[in-house]
């Protein structure tokens, strides 16, 4: 089939190279000509593990190019997926781009003889491609679904990290779909693909998408608050409250004598907080959502309240540890939101940094990867000091804390730490591994405890 995508980021970029690869003739759109010029040259703007290959394959093959004429390669295309950002904006959905999406597509339907099918890729609020998306379509062609274009919303749950492997071996596909046509082509363009394809209707499958990441971001939540209580009770691990729990055949099937150790355990460690470019953007498109209809989102509400407080226990936890932190060196490694990318997008380490800068810390910066745009996000701020090798940098730090979960920071437990703090923001290690230094992390503060009937 012949697809358009809009929007050469993330989702669009690594979409249409694993449709080109499976054998579809892909042009990404992007309104940034430094972004196409780049992919036109077989060369990825953005760090995923497998993408420089597979781009170059298909570029090499024509099945794939870039472009920023979205007129000329919607002439030839049988569907077009919008795949721009939805960021938030005071702490609801902005929908811009998508509305400007929609317009362009509407003004060249004007002009147009063929169907086109219409598909929303990018995450938006439930009930946004039937209406807002369908009225703007409709208003800038003169024409009506179902005549001269068609509607569908298709949600992307590939993550960062693991984009390629995830796209290329989903879960599930969702196809939302207002017209038959639309469901056929994409019923079409995803049949190489053998999972289960779950057909609703567009708001369904919005919803779909939001409920996917409420659920899991309210899981990792709820594990932090056990995990501050845990610290405020004293004298537990929360590590063993987490195995404990964990050994409920409702979260950890036996299948055949063994523990079948399912990956939704993974957000069950507690941690500093979730980041990246969708869980906090999406709770809060959906509170607010929510809200808007009247609905307190009192969940929702609680589940960001906790994660925006989670980074600052990393500060806290270390002052009751070590005293003040003032004229303190503070090796923080990792910088990204979460290992195997390089975007720091609502990265626990920006308010992890700027707590222990506020602390009158000094602080040393290590990312593999991450370090420029961490750089930016920071706004210039020049007092982080970034370092190349974090192992070198350990003999000068008093703390060590570790942010994101690179599996080079393994090394950590075997290095002679002394009487250096070693402070697990991710749970990386079981507090006895490391070999030398001081052990902290969230959820675990070993040694005191409080009577809490008189707390
Ligand atoms: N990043 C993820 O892990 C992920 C996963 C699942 C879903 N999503 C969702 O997918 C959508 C896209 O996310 P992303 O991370 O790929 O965003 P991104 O910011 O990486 O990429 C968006 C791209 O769209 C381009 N763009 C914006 N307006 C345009 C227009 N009118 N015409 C052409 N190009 C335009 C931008 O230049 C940019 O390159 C969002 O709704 C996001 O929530 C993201």
């Known amino acids: 089939m012949k697809v358009s995508i809009i929007g050469a980021g993330y989702v669009g970029l690594v979409s249409g190279v694993c449709l080109a690869a499976k054998g579809h003739d892909v042009t990404c759109i992007d309104v940034n000509e ?18 420089p290959a597979l781009l170059g394959k298909v570029v090499a093959e024509g099945r794939f190019r870039a472009s920023s004429d979205m007129a000329a390669s919607m002439a030839t295309a049988d569907i077009v997926l919008i795949a721009v950002g939805t960021p938030s904006k005071d702490g609801a959905i902005d929908l811009q781009h998508i509305r400007s999406a929609a317009q362009e597509i509407g003004a060249w339907l004007k002009g147009a003889s063929r169907f086109l099918s219409v598909v929303v890729k990018s995450t938006v609020v439930p009930g946004t491609t039937d209406t807002m998306v369908r009225g703007e379509i409709e208003a800038a062609s003169g024409k009506r679904l179902g005549d001269a274009f068609g509607l569908g919303m298709n949600p992307e749950f590939l993550r960062e990290g693991s984009a390629v492997v995830d796209f290329m071996e989903p879960d599930r596909i969702v196809i939302g779909f207002e017209d038959a046509e639309t469901r056929r082509r994409l019923e079409e363009l995803y049949r190489p693909w053998g999972c289960e394809k779950v057909c609703v209707n567009t708001r369904t499958a919005e919803l779909i998408k939001y409920a996917n990441n409420a659920i899991l971001a309210t899981q990792i939540s709820a594990i932090n608050e056990i995990a501050n209580l845990a610290a405020a009770l004293g004298d537990i691990d929360v590590m063993d409250v987490v ?13 055949d004598g063994r523990r079948v150790e399912p990956a939704i355990l993974s957000y069950l460690v507690p941690g500093c907080g979730f980041g990246g470019s969708c869980f906090p953007k999406d709770v809060q498109a959906l ?25 600052y226990q990393v500060r806290e936890i270390l002052e009751r540890e070590v005293g003040s932190l003032k004229g ?3 090796l923080v490694l990792g910088l990204a939101f979460k290992p195997g990318t390089d975007d720091v997008r609502e990265s626990a380490s920006l308010a992890i940094v700027r707590s222990l800068l506020d602390a009158g810390a000094k ?8 370090v420029s745009s961490f750089a930016r996000a920071l706004g210039g701020d020049p ?16 703390v060590i804390v570790v942010a994101t979960k690179w599996p080079d920071y393994e090394r950590l ?8 703090v070693l402070f697990d923001a991710r749970r990386m290690f079981a507090a006895d591994v490391p070999q030398s230094g001081r052990y902290a992390s969230i959820g675990y503060r070993i040694g005191s405890e409080v009577d809490p009937t008189n707390a």
């Not at 195995?243 to 299948?255: E, Q």
């Not at 929510?290 to 509400?301: D, E, K, N, V």
């Not at 007092?383 to 192992?391: G, H, K, N």
């Open 34 to 51: 430094e972004i196409v010029a780049r992919l036109n040259g077989g060369e990825p703007h953005i760090f995923e593990e497998g993408l």
């Open 243 to 255: 195995k404990g729990v964990s050994l409920d055949r409702r979260w950890n099937p036996v299948v």
């Open 287 to 311: 509170r607010s959502q929510g809200q808007s209809f009247g609905m307190p989102m009192s969940m929702l509400q609680a589940v960001l309240d906790v994660n925006k407080d989670q980074p």
């Open 328 to 330: 303190k060196t503070c």
């Open 363 to 370: 602080v040393l910066a290590h990312d593999p990867i991450a």
């Open 383 to 398: 007092r982080p000091a970034f370092v190349d090798s974090w192992e070198d940098s350990v003999a000068d730090a008093d």
């Open 413 to 420: 437990s075997v290095l002679p730490l002394h009487d250096k």
